[in-house]
């Protein structure tokens, strides 16, 4: 670990002691700077005060349903928010990352998808704040290549070729890559807002990318399923 770079703070709103305990310590390992808060009073104040680079924020709390949270939150930051969820409830992960949560993590977790998850996010973030959100790099994972800038799209040696909408989906979800999209989001942003709700457009327009670029598209390595929730491309390199 690079003891130059200033240490990034994380808010972590959970009400569990032992799963607040087992974060922060997993945490202050990784050389993060972490406080907690037990309810979302408490989180909402911590953060306007300590303006951390991200928060961890659990879905079930004591005074406030974990969505109200992200609202507040998000009426004055852009901070990004991982939910941390005990829910199988696809349907309120969706909704939490409609609200403008960034990612969820569903417990029980492993140490390294919490990391993963944080890395992931702190590095979107610090992404829009800089030039390379201007200057987008190419996408690159295994044999897939996209540059946006040529508007090109190679699987190896081979140029794949796409439709527009085809286009606008991979290129929308390479830009985001690591991170989960819902179909709500996609639909929007592809569609525009006055999409009736019914992703069967958007499942056609995926099982024509994956046919394209997946060697088994029941199996891909490039594009997953997050049922009932969205879509996730493989980090880039
Ligand atoms: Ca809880």
């Keep these: 670990m690079n003891k130059n770079i200033a240490r990034k703070s994380i808010l972590l709103i959970e009400d569990e002691e032992n799963i607040r305990s087992f974060i922060s310590t997993t945490l202050k390992n990784q050389n993060y700077k ?13 953060a ?35 939910v941390i969820s005990a829910r199988s409830d696809e349907h309120e992960k969706a909704r939490a990352l409609d609200s403008g949560a960034d990612d969820y993590i569903t417990k029980p977790f492993s140490t390294v998808e919490l990391l993963a998850r944080i890395r992931t996010s702190l590095r979107h973030s610090s992404q829009m704040q800089d030039v390379s959100s201007i ?51 996609i639909m929007e942003k592809i569609w525009g807002p006055y999409t009736d709700g019914n992703n069967q457009i958007l ?23 997050e049922i009932g929730i969205g879509y996730r491309m493989a980090e880039s390199d």
């Excluded at 951390?52 to 990004?80: F, H, Q, S, Y």
Aim: proline share 5%.
């Design 48 to 82: 306007a005060s300590l303006c951390p680079e991200l928060v961890l924020l659990d879905l079930g709390l004591p005074d406030m349903d974990g969505m109200n949270v992200i609202e507040k939150l998000r009426t004055w930051t852009a901070v990004p928010v991982i």
């Design 135 to 185: 200057y987008q790099k190419p996408y690159h994972y295994k044999n897939l290549a996209i540059s946006f800038e040529n508007h090109v799209v190679t699987l190896g040696d081979e140029m794949i070729h796409l439709t527009q909408i085809e286009y606008k989906l991979l290129t929308l979800l390479a830009k985001n890559s690591g991170k989960v999209l819902t179909y709500t989001y």
């Design 203 to 225: 499942r056609v327009n995926m099982a024509n990318i994956r046919r394209k670029i997946e060697k088994n598209p029941a199996v891909p390595e490039y594009v997953f399923t």
């Design 34 to 46: 972490i406080t907690t808060a037990a309810n979302g009073e408490e989180g909402l104040h911590l």
